[in-house]
């Protein structure tokens, strides 16, 4: 399985627009195959979308982008170009901790944590999460991690879901005073971390 992430910056003010005329067109196009997720960011870099695809592999990705292009019924691609600004696409493997994206009401609040890791290190920073994440899940669910094949390299995303920033902060808390997290491991595995809090539009499977 792997997993295309594209991300799009918008116009200010485009994501209600944006959203309204990716979920029309989405109703055919997901006859053909159905996202993991669709969030619209709302806290970080402003203006911004993520939708994420499954696929079985490179191939299955470029046969069925093909024909949802091919096939006019699918209504594909949205026409959304007037509010795009800039677009970004990710071939991301899941962790083998997660291997497939969660679904279902799990947010509201989704936290999406990239982490750039030093060349060579993805293997020692999984050993040590394996470790630390059946206690952390207990506190909240961890909807998907993963790394980049394709793309930015050497990237690391995990996405965590909440019932309110009250509830991230208490749940953070917790873990950190549990000692459950961070996974204990060579903090030399880590180069950059950012973060962004991103909502579900209501066609994400995962909301």
Do not use: C
């Not at 292009?69 to 509010?83: F, G, N, Q, R």
């Not at 901790?97 to 799990?106: A, D, V, Y």
């Amino acid at each position: 399985m792997i997993y295309e992430v594209r991300t799009y910056r918008l116009a200010p003010r485009g994501v209600p627009e944006f959203i309204d005329i990716f979920g029309k067109a989405y109703a055919k196009r997901k006859a053909l195959s159905q996202m993991a997720a669709f969030f619209h960011t709302e806290i970080g870099p402003l203006n911004e979308v993520i939708h994420v695809w499954p696929y079985k592999d490179a191939g299955d990705r470029e046969k069925i982008r093909a024909k949802s292009v091919a096939d006019k019924k699918y209504a594909w691609p949205p026409k959304v170009a007037h509010l795009q600004e800039h677009m970004q696409s990710e071939i991301f493997h899941p962790a083998p901790f997660t291997p497939e994206f969660k679904t279902g009401k799990l947010g509201p609040i989704f936290e999406w944590r990239e982490y750039m890791i030093k060349p060579g290190m993805l293997g020692e920073l999984y050993k040590n999460w394996s470790k630390a994440v059946p206690k952390r899940v207990a506190l909240s669910p961890l909807v998907m991690a993963m790394h980049t094949d394709a793309g930015a390299l050497n990237k690391f995303v995990h996405i965590w879901s909440y019932e309110s920033l009250n509830h991230r902060a208490e749940i953070r808390k917790e873990a950190a005073a549990k000692g459950l997290w961070p996974p204990k491991g060579r903090t030399e595995t880590l180069q950059l971390q950012s973060n962004k809090i991103v909502l579900a539009a209501p066609f994400s499977p995962v909301k």
